[in-house]
């Protein structure tokens, strides 16, 4: 069974717009992490966040955030007024200590146009 | 401080020979993990050692791939005979914590193209 969902296969959008990448995860574990990471265009992955599931706080860096509900499963990533510099193949993924190891979502495509 | 760094960048061959991909994780680093990734199966975990020693190896696709880990500082994956379908982009990563926990620190893959 899939466990990182990332319904949206590929994103535009124009320069400064803001923008939101979505991650439902699956999970019987009440322990977990889940992570995301960067793909730019030169191939390597990009460590940006990891948010243990006892930690719902919503977090900010720079114009990036993420938001952590328990309740609907899902991470959410968004990037406000974005750049070119932006795109990319973001991942998700969910780590379990008492199950699967790490487990990357499909990735979106992020487009972002001058 | 010098990130995860894998070698060759590219490689072509031909089916049936064999391919050698190494990589040195970050200094310190306990944990080191091969992943592979293709359009149609998305990042696959082949397998992941803890102090130089193969912890899950369920991942790796079949006999034809091996991988070792002979010291601290080096990696190597290895595909003998190679096959069309093993061509990817093969991800070497490492890690401080172990891998229910920590982050992940990737190379910048090896590109293998097998004809």
């Known amino acids: 069974a899939q466990k990182v969902t990332q319904a949206q296969t590929e994103i535009s959008v124009v320069e400064k717009e803001d923008v939101t990448l979505d991650c439902v995860y699956e999970t019987r574990d009440t322990t977990y992490y889940l992570f995301w990471y960067k793909q730019p265009p030169s191939g390597e992955l990009v460590f940006l966040i990891r948010r243990n599931s006892f930690d719902e706080q919503n977090e900010i860096s720079g114009r990036y955030s993420w938001n952590f509900q328990k309740s609907t499963s899902s991470f959410n990533f968004t990037i406000t007024a974005s750049q070119v510099v932006d795109s990319a193949v973001y991942f998700c993924?969910?780590?379990?200590?008492?199950?699967?190891?790490?487990?990357f979502g499909p990735g979106t495509r992020l487009s972002v146009l001058p | 401080d010098a990130g995860v760094i894998q070698s060759p960048r590219h490689e072509v061959t031909e089916m049936g020979q064999e391919v050698t991909l190494r990589c040195k994780p970050i200094s310190g680093h306990d944990y080191l993990f091969w992943y592979r990734q293709t359009m149609m199966r998305g990042l696959e975990l082949l397998i992941y050692f803890n102090n130089n020693v193969p912890i899950d190896d369920s991942g790796m696709p079949e006999d034809r791939f091996s991988a070792k880990m002979p010291n601290a500082s080096f990696s190597t994956l290895k595909i003998q005979p190679s096959e069309p379908r093993d061509s990817a982009v093969y991800f070497c990563?490492?890690?401080?914590?172990?891998?229910?926990?920590?982050?992940?620190?990737f190379g910048e893959g090896s590109r293998l193209t097998v004809l």
């Open positions: 993924a969910l780590s379990e200590p008492y199950g699967q190891n790490f487990v």
């Open positions: 990563a490492s890690s401080l914590r172990g891998p229910k926990t920590g982050e992940l620190f």
